[in-house]
């Protein structure tokens, strides 16, 4: 498949999606789920299109069913909030065609610092819907039709609005009526001239005075209480007051705190609903949740199980849209300490809340060689044709220069030495704009090499814009080291390599380095223990000490999950780059993108894994001596018999290694220096500790 029909295949995608998402009865969670964060955020940006073209297409198609613009104005809602109940049914909600969509984009990596990470998901909803229909329509709806009763389910072809009533008076003529009275009223008080008299005489000026102030105060402070509300809810909304409550430990460790804020879910969803009746079309709210998996585990279970409380019920308006990497999350899941208390398995859980899931496919080969080819030349500066052509010439002359930093006792890398501008600092200039060109040129030769699909390395790729970018900056570190190191001895693809190398397999790696410097440490020390050659293929080294990294897999678990697919390490190393013990001790400098703790973990392990060895052996054998008292040549008669390689015996003899040797050396360190697999080497110990064994007896 190439690249362009992959591109297709993602609007296939995108669209699939999109239009489940207009059929899907609300609420509704899917789960997008991918390793790739931009091509996630693609497929999110072409779902919006698809649906904003949707709902455009039955703008048109059912325009006879919009309601008249002047009963949409402003003020129409306002009076129809105050004034009108929605009457609200099912079989109204399937005729409605046209759809209004809301997307609404929750980043859960800016809320992460918050206590309650799902009080800011509410948040988030709450702003984009008051910016969408704004602040003076929501504040008003909360102060007349909160709370909101139970929706009227019912049938036939009945007007949907049904006007408020204030004691079994529709409320818009009471309202019509307390204007009238409080206006008769003031011009009573006003005709009267308010004229208050110690002695109060029983008259019919009296008398109307005082049913006129008690005519007009009872109207003039239900509408006081009216506008102070609203008011307060536009000034002080609800977003406001749960961002307050929620860093506040007095407040968010109530149990009451989540009812609270799923009240306020409930206020949002019943204005939608009205919005529906209103506006005459369906509304629905598309909440995208993205980099929930970068969070700490106990927020992540926290949002999902926010998402599955607050945001379902019946007659929901939501759709939820969950990017995340599942493998991420489920790995949280899983080590989360509230987790292992309530739930049992992680992708139970998962299930439980995802309604709809879709896994994004893996890109092709051709694909993932386009998007790297694309990221590596945004990260490459621009040249001119002179600048290529000049760069060209300076690096093919025989003055083109060669730098070393580690053989001079003063740096000859241009302006390292420099502090101060001088006479010669313009020379230096020049051989700086030589040497940064030649850099240019071999970082673009060593990044066309990683996406050539003629090479091999393309086929090592990840669809992963992170794990890409990582190459590329690496790739570009590390030419500008390797450079400054060994000048013009590098090979631009060597480095693409060896970066590609410690970026999928960093334990694998890590591992083969330590067992490179262990051995060369010890023959360092021991004269009878030699170093392994140069020329020793890396594949060698691995297969030589895998039985010891099998024996730590338990305590190197953790490490080994960063490594990639281990088919593909022995197909890198055996098949297509049979680096060998060279290429360590050349690549040593440059490989920045190697975590060195790892090599130290696992050289930590190693060691306490001897030292358990010896342990057990002296408490298992406590006649141990007795191997010790064996000569060279009795061991030899054992490998004899044991049909052990004439070589082994020839470097047994060479070496002189006694009993004694045996019984308290090291195992790697013999096994090495006698030449012996791993095979061998168990089939000799065990023949050893039976004789031992039988001595005892």
């Not at 099912?90 to 918050?114: L, P, Q, T, Y």
């Not at 988030?124 to 008003?140: C, M, T, W, Y």
């Not at 899931?357 to 092709?364: A, D």
């Not at 975590?595 to 342990?615: C, F, P």
Request: hydrophobic share 40%; proline share 4%; aromatic share 10%.
């Amino acid at each position: 498949m190439n690249q362009k029909a992959e591109t297709v295949l993602d609007d296939v995608y995108a669209y699939g999606l999109s239009r489940a998402l207009i059929k899907v009865a609300p609420p509704a969670t899917v789960g997008l789920f991918s390793n790739c964060p931009s091509r996630t955020e693609t497929v999110l940006k072409k779902i919006r299109t698809y649906m904003n073209r949707e709902a455009e297409w039955r703008e048109k198609k059912h325009k006879d069913d919009r309601p008249n613009p002047a009963s949409r104005s402003f003020l129409s809602l306002l009076l129809s909030i105050v004034f009108l109940r929605p009457v609200w049914s099912e079989e109204e909600e399937r005729r409605r065609k046209r759809v209004r969509w809301i997307f609404v984009r929750f980043s859960a990596w800016h809320f992460a610092g918050c206590d309650k990470l799902w009080a800011g998901l509410v948040i988030r909803l709450f702003k984009a819907l008051q910016k969408d229909f704004g602040e003076i329509p929501l504040s008003v709806y909360r102060s007349s039709q909160h709370p909101y009763p139970k929706k009227i389910q019912r049938g036939g072809k009945e007007t949907s609005w049904k006007f408020r009533k204030f004691l079994f008076v529709p409320l818009w003529l009471a309202v019509l009526f307390a204007i009238v009275i409080s206006i008769g009223a003031s011009v009573v008080l006003i005709k009267s001239g308010f004229q208050m008299k110690r002695e109060i005489a029983l008259t019919w000026t009296t008398v109307m005075e005082s049913v006129a102030i008690g005519a007009l105060g009872l109207p003039a402070m239900a509408g006081l209480r009216f506008f102070l509300l609203t008011f307060k809810n536009l000034f002080y909304n609800q977003g406001r007051n749960i961002l307050k409550k929620m860093n506040s430990t007095t407040v968010s460790d109530q149990l009451g705190f989540m009812n609270k804020v799923r009240k306020e879910v409930a206020v949002l969803a019943d204005f939608i609903h009205f919005m529906e009746i209103f506006e005459k079309r369906k509304v629905r709210v598309v909440l995208e949740i993205t980099n929930l998996d970068r969070c700490s585990p106990d927020k992540i279970i926290q949002t999902l199980e926010a998402i599955n409380i607050l945001l379902s019920g019946d007659n929901v308006p939501f759709v939820s849209i969950l990017a995340i990497d599942p493998s991420v999350v489920v790995k949280s899941l899983e080590n989360s300490i509230f987790f292992a208390r309530s739930h049992s398995n992680s992708y139970d859980f998962l299930n439980q809340i995802v309604t709809l899931p879709f896994n994004v496919p893996e890109m092709c080969i051709e694909s993932k060689c386009s998007a790297f080819k694309v990221l590596a030349n945004s990260h490459l500066e621009v040249c001119t044709v002179e600048e290529e052509s000049d760069g060209s010439r300076d690096l093919n002359s025989k003055k083109s220069i060669q730098l070393s930093v580690l053989g001079d006792a003063e740096s000859t890398v241009p302006f390292i030495s420099k502090t101060k501008w001088d006479e010669g600092s313009l020379e230096m200039a020049l051989t700086w704009e030589i040497w940064a060109k030649k850099v240019k040129t071999m970082t673009k030769e060593a990044l066309e090499f990683t996406y050539d699909q003629s090479k091999p390395l393309h086929t090592y790729l990840f669809g992963n814009s992170v794990h890409m970018r990582r190459i590329i900056n690496s790739v570009r570190v590390s030419i500008i080291v390797m450079d400054a190191a060994y000048g013009g001895d590098v090979v631009a693809s060597d480095i693409a390599t060896w970066v590609v190398l410690a970026n999928n397999w960093p334990c694998r790696l890590s591992w083969i380095l330590q067992c490179v410097e262990d051995w060369h440490q010890r023959a360092d020390m021991h004269e009878s223990v030699s170093a392994p050659t140069l020329t020793k293929p890396l594949w060698e080294v691995f297969i030589e000490s895998r039985h010891e990294l099998r024996e730590l897999q338990s305590s190197t678990e953790c490490i080994l999950e960063q490594d990639g697919d281990p088919e593909l390490f022995k197909r890198f190393l055996k098949v297509d780059f049979r680096f060998t013990v060279r290429e360590v001790v050349r690549f040593k400098p440059c490989t920045v993108n190697l975590d060195h703790s790892i090599k130290k973990e696992l050289a930590r392990l190693r060691e306490n894994r001897r030292r358990n060895i010896a342990a057990n052996n002296s408490r298992v054998h406590p006649q141990i001596g007795q191997i010790a008292d064996m000569s060279t040549a009795n061991i030899g008669n054992e490998m004899k018999r044991l049909n052990l390689p004439e070589k082994c015996q020839q470097l047994l003899m060479a070496s002189g290694l006694d009993g004694a040797a045996l019984a308290y050396g090291n195992e790697d360190e013999i096994r090495q220096t006698l030449q012996m697999t791993s095979q061998e080497w168990s089939i000799l110990y065990r023949r050893l500790m039976g004789l031992k064994t039988c001595s005892k007896h």
